[in-house]
C-alpha cells in the first residue's frame, strides 16, 4: 500500500515538473514571438505610409501638371487678348488713313479697351474725335465729340506726361476749338521743354501770352523763332508779328 501511495506521490510530482516546464516553455515561446509580431506590424505600418506617400506624391504631381496647364491657357488667353488690341490699334490707324473718324473712333475704343495705359493710343482716339467734332452737324454733337478730345488728350498726358503729341493737340484744341487758351500756357511751356527746337509749338505759346496781356514774353519768343528757324518762311512771318507787336498790334 505505502508503495503504491509512494508511486502516486512521484507520479504527481513528475507531472506538475512537466507542466511547470510546459509552462515556461509556453512562456519563452510567447516572449520570443512578441518582437516578431510587432516587427511585422511596423513593417505593415511603414509599407502602409509608404503607399499613402507614394499616393500623396503622385496626386501633388497630378496637381502641379494641372496648374502648368492652367497656366499655360492663360499664357495664351493673355497672348490672344493682346494680339487682339494690336489688331484693333491697326485697324483704326488704317481707318484714319481713309479718313474714316467714325470707325476709327470705334476701332481704338477697342482697342482702349486692352490697352487703357497706351499714351500714343488714347491720343489716336482723342484726334478721331476730335475730327468728328469738326465734321458733326449740330453744335451739340460737335460740344460732346470736342468733350471726347479733351478728356482723352489729358488722360494721355496724365499717363505720358513727357508724350509730345498730346501737348500740343490739346493746346491747339484749347486756343482754336475752346476758347480757352490760357490753358493752354503751361501745356506749351511744357512742350517746349520737350521740343526746344519746336517752331510751330513758339507760334502758338506766342499767341497764347498775347491773349494773357503778354507782349514782352510773347516778342520773346518771335525773337527766338527768327533765330531758331531754318524755314524762310518761319522767319519772315515771326519778324511781321514781332514788328506788329512791338508797333503796338496784336500780332494775330
Request: proline share 3%; hydrophobic share 40%; glycine share 6%.
Amino acid at each position: 500500500m505505502k508503495s503504491i501511495v509512494g508511486r502516486n506521490k512521484n507520479l504527481t510530482s513528475g507531472a506538475v515538473t512537466v507542466a511547470t516546464f510546459l509552462s515556461r516553455a509556453l512562456l519563452i515561446a510567447v516572449l520570443a514571438i512578441l518582437p516578431l509580431i510587432s516587427s511585422c506590424g511596423e513593417s505593415r505600418n511603414r509599407e502602409s505610409l509608404a503607399e499613402r506617400m507614394a499616393e500623396d506624391d503622385e496626386r501633388i504631381s497630378e496637381l502641379k501638371a494641372k496648374i502648368r496647364g492652367v497656366d499655360k491657357q492663360v499664357e495664351n488667353t493673355i497672348e490672344a487678348v493682346k494680339d487682339k488690341g494690336t489688331y484693333w490699334r491697326l485697324l483704326g490707324l488704317k481707318y484714319m488713313d481713309y479718313k474714316m473718324w467714325g470707325e476709327a473712333l470705334a476701332a481704338f475704343d477697342e482697342a482702349t479697351e486692352i490697352y487703357p495705359e497706351n499714351a500714343p493710343l488714347l491720343y489716336n482716339r482723342a484726334l478721331t474725335a476730335a475730327q468728328m467734332a469738326l465734321s458733326s452737324d449740330t453744335p451739340e454733337l460737335k460740344a460732346s465729340y470736342f468733350a471726347r478730345a479733351e478728356t482723352g488728350y489729358r488722360r494721355a498726358i496724365t499717363v505720358d506726361p513727357l508724350y509730345t503729341p498730346s501737348l500740343y493737340a490739346l493746346s491747339v484744341l484749347l486756343v482754336f476749338e475752346l476758347d480757352r487758351p490760357l490753358e493752354a500756357a503751361p501745356l506749351l511751356q511744357d512742350y517746349l521743354k520737350i521740343e526746344r527746337s519746336n517752331i510751330n509749338g513758339r507760334f502758338l505759346l506766342a499767341r497764347v501770352y498775347l491773349e494773357a496781356g503778354m507782349k514782352s514774353e510773347a516778342l520773346n519768343l518771335y525773337e527766338e523763332i527768327m533765330d531758331l528757324a531754318g524755314d524762310k518762311m518761319d522767319i519772315l512771318k515771326a519778324e511781321e508779328l514781332y514788328n506788329r507787336v512791338a508797333g503796338g498790334g496784336n500780332g494775330s
